[in-house]
């Protein structure tokens, strides 16, 4: 907390964070974890996502409380003059993952510059709602954990042909099971 995590996430508060970001940032932070304090994969830590959230959230707050002349301020509330927007699916904008977390957290995106304005109740909303979000996260995870445990296993039946595994329909080979599986999925496919 001292001193990786601040290096990693320097300047996060203005990052326009896709999934894959917070992906490849979680899959960093459970390794550190997992290698300082011995972590196994299974214990509950903190995600990433909701740190990065509390970060960019309070950070929009200490900008909106600013007075008009800072740059930060200008920028932040500022708009292009010229130009258009790209045909096509379109970059992430600060505003938009602003208003992504902000529609997370059950804050109504009309109304947080008034509650941003009294810095302590800001900071208390932003600690509940994103330790809100997270538990949520966390019920949604188990809740799709137990639903695929639930589901009944694939009935794939292996043919072996002198002890290796062997494609019924084309007779290519196979060393390992998955890479069968796969295949006589494939071949599932192609016949519906």
């Given at each position: 907390m001292a001193i990786v995590l601040p290096n990693l996430l320097y300047s996060?508060?203005?990052?326009?964070?896709y999934r894959h970001h917070i992906r490849t940032l979680d899959r960093f932070h459970l390794k550190c974890l997992r290698k300082i304090l011995n972590i196994k994969w299974s214990d509950r830590v903190r995600n990433t996502e909701a740190y990065l959230m509390r970060r960019q959230l309070r950070w929009c707050g200490h900008v909106s409380r600013m007075v008009e002349e800072r740059i930060a301020k200008r920028i932040f509330y500022s708009e292009l003059e010229d130009g258009k927007r790209k045909h096509g699916g379109q970059l992430l904008r600060f505003k938009d993952v602003q208003t992504r977390h902000m529609k997370r957290c059950n804050i109504e995106p009309s109304?947080?510059?008034?509650?941003?304005?009294q810095r302590p109740e800001w900071r208390r909303l932003i600690q509940k709602r994103v330790s809100d979000f997270e538990?949520?996260?966390?019920?949604?995870?188990?809740?799709?954990?137990?639903?695929?445990?639930?589901?009944?296993?694939?009935?794939?039946?292996?043919?072996?042909?002198?002890?290796?595994?062997?494609?019924?329909?084309?007779?290519?080979?196979?060393?390992?099971?998955?890479?069968?599986i796969s295949h006589f999925r494939a071949h599932e496919r192609r016949t519906d």
């Open positions: 996060s508060e203005t990052w326009c964070v109304e947080w510059e008034g509650l941003a304005a538990e949520q996260r966390k019920v949604d995870l188990d809740i799709k954990r137990d639903e695929l445990k639930s589901r009944q296993p694939a009935a794939i039946q292996y043919h072996y042909d002198q002890g290796v595994l062997t494609c019924p329909k084309c007779a290519r080979k196979f060393t390992a099971k998955i890479g069968y």
